[in-house]
């Protein structure tokens, strides 16, 4: 399927995106958090990621909470209440921050210089969306998610060379109306940036960044405002 395009370079194809200085922010569980300190991330290599393998990381503290942890009992049960119109007592605020520091942690670094492929930008999801066609039709079953060519994109066909990772932002949508293309793109209420940084290197200066009441508000407040959405959309649908 792909030996004729693996001989290809293709570096130079895309646009490159510099971000400097900028923190990034990746949720864990407790356990992870000296091993990465010490030793490092391990890059993620499981088949539905949104961009490929590689460490995920988002642009507030917020949103790597709820990425990673909004289906947890800690943070699902205040949610109800919030959901109920309900406001959450300074107290319980400061217990659930308590608990959530006990069980997982946010993770934090800022690199001097990402060179990034732009996956907002309109060239680069162009040329990624005929790569992308090419791999689908060339595919015997039509399963071929995006992360299949992010993937051979960055090891086969020279992005590394260039590249230190990719970057998207989540309210964008593809060009492609195709199945299962078009639904794999998470969407969210409030745009936020996903980081996938493919060169590992570059995040071994690592610290955990420490969650107060506020961060905690501040999350528990967006995930209600996008359920809340969705749950509107449904009904809109419905009507």
């Known amino acids: 399927m792909t030996n004729n395009l693996e001989s290809l370079d293709f570096s130079d194809a895309f646009s490159l995106m510099t971000i400097k200085n900028v923190p990034l922010f990746h949720g864990t569980y407790r356990e992870f958090v000296g091993s990465i300190m010490s030793k490092g991330f391990i890059p993620s290599q499981e088949d539905k990621n949104y961009l490929g393998g590689g460490i995920y990381f988002y642009d507030g503290d917020m949103f790597s909470i709820w990425w990673r942890f909004k289906d947890e009992e800690c943070i699902k049960r205040p ?31 800022e690199a001097n210089s990402l060179n990034l492929l732009d996956m907002d930008n309109f060239m680069n999801k162009e040329m990624f969306d005929k790569l992308y066609t090419k791999f689908y039709q060339k595919s015997f079953q039509n399963k071929i998610f995006e992360t299949t060519v992010y993937d051979f994109l960055f090891e086969k066909m020279g992005l590394k060379k260039k590249f230190d990772g990719i970057i998207l932002t989540t309210n964008l949508y593809k060009l ?18 996903i980081y996938c940084i493919k060169n590992s290197d570059i995040t071994i200066n690592t610290f955990e960044y420490m969650i107060d009441t506020t961060d905690m508000d501040t999350c528990l407040r967006f995930m209600v405002l996008k359920e809340k959405s969705l749950i509107n959309n449904r009904k809109n649908r419905r009507q």
């Open 176 to 193: 492609l109306n195709i199945d299962p293309y078009r639904n794999f793109v998470p969407q969210a209420i409030i745009p936020y940036r």
């Open 79 to 109: 949610l109800e209440t919030l959901m109920d119109d309900e406001d959450l007592e300074n107290e319980e605020l400061t217990e659930l921050t308590s608990l959530f520091s006990e069980k997982y942690g946010v993770m934090t670094f």
